[in-house]
């Protein structure tokens, strides 16, 4: 459908210009090149052996790829917004925060 492919183009595709700014900044410019050679590495093998995986599912049961689905879609939720508390400090005290600031 129409949706989808808008869907995967953005997710998969548009952010493409994002990831080298965002490598640079976690991991400093000096080994960029070989930083983004690692992310584009990982990106290949998940997107070969995601889809493999979830087309099996798919094969098995819709409703077993619509729960494989959402439970993935929950887990990403949760370690975005663990990250996002982490980097921004909320929900911690005062000492906790001055710890944690010069990592």
Do not use: C
């Amino acid at each position: 459908t129409p949706v989808a492919v808008v869907l995967i183009g953005f997710f998969g595709g548009s952010l493409i210009t994002l990831y080298f700014s965002l490598i640079g900044d976690f991991f400093g410019t000096r080994f960029s090149t070989s930083n983004n050679a690692v992310l584009y590495t990982g990106k290949a093998i998940s997107g070969v052996l995601g889809s493999v995986f979830f087309s099996y599912l798919l094969t098995v049961s819709i409703g077993v790829a619509g729960l494989y689905v959402t439970v993935s879609s929950l887990i990403g939720t949760m370690f975005l917004v663990l990250f996002t508390l982490r980097r921004t400090g909320s929900g911690m005290s005062k000492s906790h925060r001055e710890k944690y600031e010069n990592i």
